[in-house]
């Protein structure tokens, strides 16, 4: 019997088999069918890749470039650095943001993270990442480095501006908001930095010692969100040891917790080969001979940097020596590959030309700008300036006239324009109102000229004398990125020299005085607080905060932030006073779970501005909380939740939006539990004397900790207190519930 022709060609590719690593590729190739599935896209590239180009897409290629296989046509993934907006790929930051910098990269410089934090908004920070994807794309680029969810576990790091502020829930939904909108438009973000960095002191070499309970209940959440819901296509390994292993060896928490996207580690932190390799850290950056220029700095050698560990003699060496797998290396390579292909990238590369800080991008900086304001203040309704009452307005201060958009470092970005305070003060003000400026006093370290003896006497003499000829004086003070930035902490919660005497100065010479604080990081205010009329947190507001500020203080917007992060009377009552920066490379972190307001709240310390907090031009009122637990059905597996409803109410006169905030406490817990933890919120807009009904639903999770015995998280039955308010201070409404174990086994 003849074989019909098919058959002896099924034969022949039964024999033939899968494609040889390194033959030739033919143009039909599975991987290069956009058509077919991402595994099966994955699979077949892997089979055709050779063990040598397999271990060099472990290392980088450039400073900001991964190592492409130009036979199979896999291309690098080209970076960026972010979180805040789009910077220059070209070298270190200390490099790029220099004034003999090798070329500039403007693009639209977004709010700094603590900023979009206090908006309680993840809509406009979704949108914000679709705006910096953009003009990632535009620039021909595959990869943000950002967003930066690390918790404010103490009021002195240095990058407490980039991240979401100190609560692990909040972290969560505006970490998973801004992944959706970067991916949404196919390029890939990295959630950074993963885990428990919180100093940059010693960052190489300090070794962060906290429970498995503080892990997951305050240091984790944020990024198994980001993986875990928003579906992160990378994750950022961070310099530091956790629990005696620097996190690109760290194996249990970069294998175990993180599920999904490849791992890339922070510039310059590894340390090893073999165990990097194995823990599951995908791609070394940088690499090439920007990297070794870089790694023979005696500034990096000081720091603790070390040298270029999965470069493909290292690998292969410990290849042969057998500490790694061949299956290892699949396993790393797969999970780079996924995203190449799941981003579109393989199909569709960046080839830049687009347009980069668009009136649409603006927009979103200006809104992002606006609603991460705090009015924390405002005796006697000084605010809004009334402009047929104010015909002279002083601005004083060293970040009056200067646009202090973010703090330093790389998270930098160099914008085509920044409106300072004092000019959109001059621009809202028109030609009604007269708008003066002096100095006052210069910014700590800035300009010598300003900080001598007579300097500084003669700079405040000029504002106290502007000051009390003015109907109003605005008086802003902070920091720049100089003094808060990536590479060091904030060496203390006071305000930098000089600018706590020119608020008090200012204050006894005008008793119409504004301050507004434009910094990322808590300050200390206990000698001028009480005097001050209006308190405005403006924070980084990136490119648009001379703008927001403006609109906030005239009224054209009604201030709606909220603050993300508690602002402590004094450094000493901070949670891990005495347990920062550590010694001998070790820091303690011994408060464990009680972080943020969990701390305060609990132990009865009075903070100068709770967490959640910030005030409005009109006022609001809760009523008619109901929670109901309930158990719905998904066909027939049973979802536990509560059901919370809450009317609010704009009792005021102007229209205005409420950031709801729901808490959440156990009473008679059987394992010690703070007094409330955030759950829940929404932004609520609201005209004058209208209502409007606010839903939640909370899940198993809104009730459980992580129980150490069990290793897993934990709700169990018995009496909740739901607690809706306006910040962890200011509970309005509370409502007992009590949640049988029956349902609670029913939904496990």
């Known amino acids: 019997m003849r074989m019909s022709r098919i058959s002896v060609l099924m034969c022949l590719l039964f024999f033939i088999g899968p494609p040889l690593p390194g033959q030739a590729v033919p143009a039909d190739a599975p991987y290069k069918n956009p058509g077919l599935p991402v595994e099966q896209r994955v699979a077949d590239v892997l089979s055709r890749l050779t063990l040598d180009e397999k271990v060099s897409m472990l290392a980088g290629s450039s400073w900001m470039e991964s190592m492409p296989v130009p036979r199979l ?51 406009l920070v979704q949108r914000e990442g679709v705006a910096i994807a953009q003009e990632v794309k535009a620039l021909g680029r595959d990869m943000i480095l950002g967003p930066t969810v690390n918790i404010n ?134 690499g090439g001979e920007p990297a070794k220029t ?119 970005v160099h914008p085509k324009y920044a409106v300072a305070p004092l000019d959109g003060i001059k621009e809202k003000a028109g030609s009604t109102i007269n708008v003066t400026y002096a100095l006052g006093v210069g910014m700590e370290g800035e300009d010598p000229a300003h900080d001598t003896a007579d300097a500084r006497a003669r700079d405040l003499r000029e504002a106290v004398d502007a000051a009390s000829r003015a109907d109003v004086a605005v008086v802003v003070v902070g920091r720049y990125n100089k003094l808060e930035s990536e590479g060091f902490d904030v060496k203390t919660m006071d305000l930098p020299a000089g600018q706590d005497a020119l608020i008090e100065a200012v204050e006894k010479a005008n008793p119409h005085t504004v301050v507004v604080i434009n910094t990322g990081d808590p300050i200390t205010m206990g000698g001028w607080l009480d005097k001050t009329p209006a308190l405005v947190d403006m924070w980084y507001g990136g490119q648009e905060g001379g703008h927001a500020l403006a609109a906030v203080l005239f009224g054209d917007a009604n201030p709606s932030g909220k603050l993300p992060v508690t602002l402590p009377k004094r450094y000493e009552d901070n949670p891990a006073f005495g347990h920062y920066p550590g010694e001998n490379l070790q820091v303690e972190y011994a408060e464990g779970i009680y972080v943020g307001y969990r701390f305060y709240d609990t132990r009865n310390v009075a903070p100068e501005f709770p967490f959640g907090f910030g005030l409005s031009y009109t006022t609001f009122q809760y009523d008619n909380l109901g929670a109901t637990p309930r158990l719905a059905y998904s066909g027939k597996t049973p979802i536990f939740g509560v059901v919370v409803d809450v009317s609010v109410q704009n009792t005021g006169t102007r229209a205005g939006t409420e950031v709801v905030q729901l808490y959440v406490h156990q009473n008679k817990p059987r394992i010690d539990r703070p007094v409330r933890e955030l759950k829940g919120f ?39 207190e739901i607690q809706v308010g306006s910040s962890s201070r200011d509970i309005r409404q509370k409502k007992v519930v009590n949640i049988p174990a029956s349902f609670l086994r029913s939904a496990e």
């Open 294 to 412: 870089f790694l023979q700095r005696p500034q990096t050698l000081e720091s603790g940097g070390s040298d270029l560990w999965l470069v493909p003699d290292k690998v292969m060496a410990e290849i042969k020596a057998g500490h790694i797998t061949g299956a290892q290396i699949d396993d790393n390579v797969s999970r780079i590959l996924r995203v190449i292909f799941a981003s579109g990238l393989f199909d569709h590369p960046h080839n830049g030309g687009g347009e980069v800080d668009t009136p649409a991008q603006r927009a979103v900086a200006l809104q992002g700008a606006t609603e991460g304001i705090v009015l924390l203040k405002n005796e006697g309704s000084l605010l809004p300036l009334d402009a047929a009452k104010v015909h002279s307005i002083v601005v004083l201060g060293p970040n009056a006239a200067a646009a202090r958009t973010g703090g330093g470092g790389s998270s930098l």
């Open 73 to 123: 046509g896999i291309p690098a993934i080209k970076m960026a650095d972010g979180p805040m907006g789009v910077r220059s790929w070209l070298g270190s930051s200390a490099i790029t943001s220099a004034a003999n910098a090798p070329a500039k990269v403007e693009a639209t410089s977004f709010p700094a993270g603590v900023c979009m934090a206090a908006t309680w908004d993840p809509a």
């Open 682 to 720: 929404q932004r609520v807009d609201l005209q004058p004397g209208e209502t409007r009904w606010v839903h939640f639903r909370l899940d198993r999770l809104a009730f459980s900790y992580w129980d150490p015995a069990t290793r897993s998280w934990t709700a169990d039955p018995g009496e909740y």
């Open 153 to 286: 576990r103490q009021p002195l790091w240095g990058r407490n501006f980039e991240g979401y502020g100190e609560d692990p829930y909040l972290a969560g939904r505006l970490g998973v908001a801004y992944v959706r909108g970067v991916q949404g438009e196919g390029v890939i973000p990295s959630v950074k930095h993963f885990a428990a960095n919180n100093e940059e002191y010693e960052r190489h070499r300090i070794n962060a010692t906290l429970s498995e309970r503080a892990l997951h209940e305050i240091y984790l959440p944020a990024f198994k969100a980001a993986v875990q819901e928003g579906g992160a296509w990378n994750v950022m390994s961070a310099y530091n040891l956790v629990n005696g292993a620097h996190m690109a060896e760290n194996r249990p928490l970069l294998h175990d917790v993180l599920q999904g996207g490849f791992v890339i580690s922070d510039w310059g932190s590894t340390y090893s080969t073999a165990p990097t390799v194995n823990a599951g850290m995908d791609l070394e950056m940088p």
